[in-house]
């Protein structure tokens, strides 16, 4: 049999239906799974199937899906009115110039690679292939017919099938692969004389059949690699199915969760050596952490990667940031975009950093915001300083030196700079730049009034 790869491959994606069932103003294909929507997920399937091009038909909700997904690099092929699956691959040949077509469903996103390779090479090898699944309950699918000798002859729709017809339980996925010039010769002879009045993709396989090809069946090795998606509960489902995906692979890759069920991955999670992840973390982007790294329960990880042995406690939320090694954050931390955060720095409860750096050994353990700041190394901010950032029109820009010393409580306002070195005494408001070395405090000098007396409460029935 012929290699796929010395034949050009190319792709074409149903996503034109309606999906009525999810009951939504969204085509169902944007509805997102791990964060995704539906068709990016069988896009990806065949960027990595090696595809050259990849076409996706589209029609109910207009340009919705066209302009989400602009920023891809697929061919779109628009079909209106929507006459069925066979007429919606007919939208996408003209732009077809590859040897093999792949015909995938942009509302089943789980089907894996060694899937759908198999099609691939028996399509390459000259024959129709077909995705196929034996179901305890076949009912909605086009049914696989076969001749009493076992010989396949045809595909039957459920809504033309007969009695005996709709009892087969094996049935057609929808997927199928071909050769692009024998499938361009059957998809021009579809007629729609059927149940639906449409033009049936499925029965390009019985003219296969009359014609003597050779027709291939594969099955998948797991039926939820030939789900669709259509309606909410279906789409829980498959999120659940692909969370549990995930979840193994980690831990086939040697990472410990506390609950496999209880971590999302909306994106993608790169781990080193024995990282633990405890209970409810959700991952959105591209996070790596690094070896030995912890992740307390409640996170939620945003496009950061966070450095070896450091330890994220309970409750935070960081996104877009950098994290060292040997680091501790939270609990209850916020990370807003774009922090770069060196080695041994600690951040601790309710604080909020932001577009900020943080050099080696630095602490703010408590109740503070540092904005659009560069804080040195070994630098202690105590607990409740407020970086005054904002005038309300503009940002400001605050340097803290190598081993600054900032009281609790106090507010420093941007634009300014605290010298290497410098204490700042609690409860300050600094407005002009703080020598190095030097303690600089602004507050109101502290007064003893000898001899004054508390306001003293009358007793009761005392007339006034
Ligand atoms: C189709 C198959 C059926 C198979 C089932 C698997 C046909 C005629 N039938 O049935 O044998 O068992 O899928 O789920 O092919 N679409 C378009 N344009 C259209 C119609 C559909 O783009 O005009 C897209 C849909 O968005 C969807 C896919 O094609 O992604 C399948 O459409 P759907 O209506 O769900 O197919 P069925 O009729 O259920
Ligand atoms: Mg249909």
Same mark, same amino acid.
């Given at each position: ?14 996503a ?8 939504? &103003? ?24 090696g595809?050259e091009?990849?076409h996706?038909?589209?029609g109910?909700?207009?340009?919705q899906v066209?302009d989400?997904?602009r920023?891809?690099?697929?061919h779109?092929a ?9 007429? &919606? =691959?007919?939208? *996408? #040949? ?10 995938? %469903?942009g ?14 090479a028996? &399509?390459?090898?000259? !024959? ?5 699944? #034996? ?5 909605? %699918? ?8 076992g ?7 459920q ?20 050769p692009?010039?024998? #499938? ?6 579809l007629?729609?004389?059927n149940?639906? !009045? ?10 296969? =059949?009359n014609?003597?090809?050779? $027709? ?5 090795m797991h039926?939820?690699e ?9 789409l ?7 969370? @549990?995906?995930?979840a ?10 506390l609950?496999?069920a209880?971590?999302d ?34 996170? $939620? ?8 042995d ?13 994290i060292?090694?040997?680091? @501790?954050?939270?609990?209850?931390a916020?990370? @807003? ?15 909020? $950093? ?7 050994g630095?602490?703010?353990?408590h109740?503070?915001?540092i904005?659009d700041?560069? $804080? ?9 300083t407020?970086v005054? /950032?904002?005038d309300?029109? /503009? ?7 190598? /081993? ?5 409580n !106090?507010a ?6 605290i ?5 700042i005494? *609690?409860?300050? =408001?600094?407005?002009?730049d ?7 405090? &602004? ?14 409460k ?7």
């Amino acid at each position: 049999m012929t290699t796929p790869t010395s034949q050009r491959l190319e792709v074409v994606i149903l996503a034109a239906g309606k999906g009525t069932r999810m009951r939504s &103003a969204l085509p169902k294909v944007l509805h997102r799974l791990a964060g995704q929507p539906l068709v990016e997920h069988v896009i990806h399937t065949a960027q990595q199937l090696g595809a050259e091009s990849i076409h996706v038909v589209y029609g109910h909700g207009g340009e919705q899906v066209p302009d989400t997904l602009r920023h891809l690099p697929v061919h779109w092929a628009r079909q209106e009115p929507q006459l069925g699956t066979g007429h &919606a =691959v007919q939208q *996408a #040949m003209p732009a077809v110039t590859g040897d093999i077509v792949l015909v995938l %469903y942009g509302d089943v996103p789980l089907t894996r690679l060694d899937t759908l390779r198999p099609l691939v090479a028996a &399509a390459a090898g000259g !024959s129709l292939a077909v995705l196929t699944a #034996m179901l305890k309950d076949p009912t909605g %699918y086009g049914r696989i017919v076969r001749d009493p000798s076992g010989r396949v002859v045809r595909i039957v729709e459920q809504k033309d099938a007969s009695a005996a017809e709709k009892a087969i339980c094996e049935v057609n996925t929808g997927i199928m692969a071909a050769p692009a010039e024998k #499938m361009r010769g059957w998809l021009a002879h579809l007629r729609n004389e059927n149940a639906q !009045s449409e033009y049936y993709l499925t029965d390009i396989l019985g003219m296969a =059949v009359n014609e003597g090809e050779t $027709v291939a069946l594969a099955q998948p090795m797991h039926e939820w690699e030939i789900l669709g998606v259509n309606s909410k509960k279906q789409l829980s489902e498959l999120e659940r199915i692909h969370q @549990r995906n995930q979840a193994e692979r980690l831990m086939e890759e040697g990472v410990t969760l506390l609950d496999p069920a209880r971590l999302d991955v909306r994106g993608t999670l790169t781990c080193g050596a024995d990282v633990t992840i405890d209970v409810n973390v959700v991952i959105e982007g591209n996070v790596t952490l690094g070896h030995r790294v912890k992740i307390g329960p409640n996170n $939620v990880l945003r496009n950061c990667s966070i450095g070896d042995d450091t330890e994220i406690h309970p409750n935070c939320v960081i996104e877009d940031s950098v994290i060292g090694s040997q680091c @501790r954050v939270g609990p209850f931390a916020r990370m @807003r975009p774009t922090n770069r955060i060196a080695d041994h720095v600690h951040i601790g409860n309710f604080v909020e $950093v932001k577009n900020s750096e943080v050099h080696d050994g630095s602490k703010m353990n408590h109740l503070s915001y540092i904005g659009d700041t560069t $804080v040195g190394r070994k630098v202690n901010i105590g607990a409740g300083t407020i970086v005054c /950032n904002y005038d309300g029109a /503009n940002k400001h820009h605050t340097n803290i030196g190598d /081993n600054a010393f900032i009281g609790s409580n !106090s507010a420093l306002v941007a634009p300014i700079t605290i010298g290497d070195g410098a204490t700042i005494g *609690a409860g300050s =408001v600094i407005s002009k730049d703080a020598p190095p070395g030097e303690l600089t405090v &602004a507050r109101t000098k502290q007064v003893t009034i000898s001899g004054w007396t508390r306001p003293q409460k009358k007793p009761k029935g005392e007339v006034k």
